[in-house]
């Protein structure tokens, strides 16, 4: 692990240890958006994974303190959620978030809400077709494709948090204050 957003390949040659920067493997989008904001993180480099579940065995980490990254459909919007990796989320608690956010909102501006009557999660083709063409582990900053993002209360109490970094062999870690402070996610509990 280093610090300050670097990510290093060591090489060894000869007993000398060249320290080379590696900036390729994680989502440049992702860490161009973390370097602007002056964001406190560092890159952790880990094997392959695919699931939440794998990155926290991978990484010899408790399940709750590793973030689930999910998109989901909300009628025809789309949102990222994040929830604790040993929680599912609750499709009923989030769209009730989701609507008093838009009702919120809606006031705030003096408009008529536009209430979603139903939550999914999305498939891969939905995921190609409407947001990126490159398939991977999606980081959880929906403000990176414009997207708003939902943060479970539930990952405020590890001091930190890993999050997908775009990648399957790399995860951000970062306080969840930072985080928030980055994102401003709407916050709410709709995990079980």
């Known amino acids: 692990m280093v610090k300050s957003g670097q990510l290093y390949n060591i090489y060894e040659s000869n007993l000398i240890i060249i320290i080379k920067p590696n900036f390729m493997s994680v989502l440049p989008k992702l860490q161009k958006f973390l370097d602007e904001n002056k964001a406190k993180y560092d890159v952790v480099e880990h094997k392959k994974v695919y699931t939440t579940y794998d ?30 990796g040993n929680k599912r989320f609750d499709q009923n608690k989030l769209k009730k978030l989701i609507n008093e956010s838009r009702k919120k909102q ?8 536009k209430l979603v009557k139903k939550v999914k999660l999305t498939t891969e083709a939905m995921i190609k077709k409407n ?10 900053f929906g403000s990176i494709y414009k997207i708003p993002t939902y943060w ?12 997908n970094a775009g990648s399957f ?10 985080y928030k402070k980055l994102e401003d996610p709407v916050e709410g509990r709709f995990s079980k």
Do not use: C, N
């Open 55 to 84: 990155a926290a065995q991978t990484q010899k980490e408790d399940l709750k303190r590793v973030a689930k990254t999910l998109l989901v459909a909300a009628d025809r919007d789309y949102a990222f959620v994040v929830v604790p």
């Open 106 to 113: 809606a006031k705030e501006e003096g408009e008529k809400p």
């Open 131 to 140: 947001i990126t063409k490159k398939m991977g582990a999606l980081a959880p």
């Open 152 to 163: 479970d209360k539930g990952l405020d109490k590890p001091k930190k948090v890993l999050l």
């Open 169 to 178: 062999t790399e995860s951000i870690e970062m306080t969840p204050a930072e």
